[in-house]
């Protein structure tokens, strides 16, 4: 076989070793395991959230009773707000912060320990406390949420970093888009969560070139969730830089040059 010919073959291989396929690139491709509910719909399905060190949580009080909002703290609750009928009014405590020691502290109210516990079981508490206090029961409902989400990009992602979301949930997706979209040198078919649990850390392994993600409970991030974007091995060779046609190109004309350099001073 001809030196040509080795090396046509040696540079097509290193072509098709470098190159990164549309399948590795797009979101959501279909999947035969994509599942539905019973109206053609792609069922939203949530991870039971324990809250953790460091939440923000919300409260929010719907009551008929103004002389409630003596229980709330004047700088973290807005204008009581009376209804046009019946007067009932809402109020709403944001910035509960969980405590290193795990609890959060309710002005009027006392401390909680929160750590560990469901939304609904903290509602349980906060409302049992306010029944005791307003010595009614039905004067006053009492609602627990998240009051932020934040969690954390690193790799290859536009703009990595701490991220804050004003909501009580965001999805993956979403959390890509604001970050600015993935790298074109990122693996998409192996993005890392890792989530924080009382009892420990867990590693999540996610595919986002599958539309069956769709079904997975770690689809929608919690607070303190790290993700992590590795990068693909084509990067990490250092083969064409990653994917264009352009990059290989210079990497091979780069070896031409050095092969004929060879060759020349060979000849001598």
């Not at 008929?64 to 973290?76: C, G, I, Q, V």
């Not at 020691?101 to 509602?123: A, K, R």
């Not at 959390?175 to 009892?199: F, M, Q, V």
């Amino acid at each position: 076989m001809k030196f040509n010919q080795v090396f046509f073959i040696i540079s097509f291989a290193l072509f098709l070793s470098s190159c990164i396929g549309v399948k590795d690139l797009k979101y959501l491709q279909p999947s035969e395991n994509l599942q539905y509910n019973q109206y053609g719909l792609v069922p939203v399905i949530y991870e039971n959230y324990r809250v953790k060190k460091d939440d923000i949580l919300a409260m929010t009080l719907i009551t008929s009773d103004k002389n409630a909002s003596r229980f709330l703290s004047e700088e973290n609750t807005t204008a009581f707000k009376g209804g046009a009928n019946n007067g009932d009014g809402r109020l709403r405590t944001s910035g509960l912060i969980v405590d290193a020691n795990g609890y959060i502290s309710i002005y009027g109210l006392g401390e909680f320990y929160v750590y560990g516990l469901t939304l609904h079981e903290i509602t349980d508490l906060v409302q049992a406390r306010l029944n005791e206090v307003l010595y009614n029961d039905g004067k006053a409902e009492v609602r627990m949420n998240i009051g932020a989400i934040k969690y954390y990009m690193v790799g290859e992602i536009a703009s990595p970093g701490e991220k804050m979301e004003l909501s009580n949930r965001v999805d993956l997706l979403q959390a890509i888009a604001k970050s600015g979209d993935l790298t074109r040198y990122a693996d998409r078919r192996h993005i890392r969560i890792i989530r924080e649990y009382p009892e420990g850390k867990k590693n999540i392994v996610l595919d986002i070139t599958r539309d069956d993600i769709l079904n997975s409970p770690y689809f929608y991030l919690q607070s303190g969730d790290q993700i992590i974007i590795d990068p693909l091995k084509e990067k990490i060779s250092g083969l064409g830089g990653g994917t264009t046609i352009g990059d290989v190109t210079q990497f091979l004309s780069v070896g031409i040059q050095a092969i004929t350099t060879y060759l020349f001073f060979k000849t001598l």
